[in-house]
């Protein structure tokens, strides 16, 4: 329900369209595909829109629950266990989109994932996010 609010608030999957598409648009034969990272995946519908949208581009989720698809993802979607907290060093430079929605209460230095992020976006990658400050 939450994925379908925030679709029709944004009119789809993401604002900054055209930005979007610049990042994932398809490469050259022999270069490295576009790559997505949803942190906090929650349910997966998300991860599954985009992979559906960009066939050719490698959406991976994160999240601390694996998500409880009803219908197996496509291909070029998979999921990966992991707590954002730990550190996102591990992708450095992996990455042509981030996406974080509505994960704020489960992340300890927000700040902290932001320069990460930083380190996980290839050159001229875009970060997506739709959440608030909510350490009362
Ligand atoms: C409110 S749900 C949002 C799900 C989805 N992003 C959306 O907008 O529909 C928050 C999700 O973030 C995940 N989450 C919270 N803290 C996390 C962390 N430290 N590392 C990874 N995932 C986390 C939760 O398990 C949950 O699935």
Known sequence: ???????????????????????LAPREEGESQPAVLDIGSGS??????????????????????????SESPPPNCRFECDDVNLGLLHCRGGFDVVHVSCVAQGIANYRKMLDEITEVLRPGGVFLAVDGDVHL
């Open 1 to 23: 329900m939450q994925h379908e609010m925030l679709k029709k608030m944004r009119n789809g999957l993401f604002l900054a369209d055209n930005d979007v598409r610049r990042a």
């Open 44 to 69: 997966g519908l998300w991860m599954v829109g985009m992979a559906k949208m960009f066939p050719h581009a490698e959406i991976v989720g994160m999240d601390l629950a694996p998500a409880n698809l």
